[in-house]
């Protein structure tokens, strides 16, 4: 069974810095696609940073500079560095990828349970 576990989180004064991992395990062949997205209360998950297997990245306009994420596929964990966290940084952080089981499977996509930032002085 394929798990997404999301850590990382915390509280961090604004200018400060966090790193958020993404672990997956189980029987996995490959992670084709991770996502990190952000949701305050009473509003939508918004996308932040996305990674595929082959290494392209996109970010958000609102985090371009100050994070970056990056995907050890040897270990199948991804991660967001994030620096310079500002206030509105703030809200549960999940990760969503898109697994390929086996080499000749379809892919499927998984959700992490989140982690929260809080962005405070």
């Known amino acids: 069974q394929v798990q997404v576990v999301e850590t990382g989180g915390g509280l961090v004064q604004p200018g400060g810095s966090l790193r958020l991992s993404c672990e997956v395990s189980?029987?996995?062949?490959?992670?084709?696609?991770m996502g990190w997205y952000r949701q305050t209360p009473g509003k939508q998950r918004d996308l932040v940073a996305e990674i595929s297997s082959g290494g392209t990245t996109d970010y958000a306009d609102s985090v371009k500079g100050r994070f970056t994420i990056s995907l050890d596929s040897d270990k199948n964990t991804g991660y967001l560095q994030m620096n310079n966290l500002k206030p509105e940084d703030a809200g549960v952080y999940s990760c969503?990828?898109?697994?390929?089981?086996?080499?000749?499977?379809?892919?499927?996509?998984?959700w992490g349970q989140g982690t929260e930032v809080t962005v405070s002085s």
């Open positions: 969503f990828c898109d697994i390929l089981a086996r080499w000749n499977s379809p892919s499927t996509g998984y």
């Open positions: 189980g029987r996995i062949f490959r992670v084709n696609y």
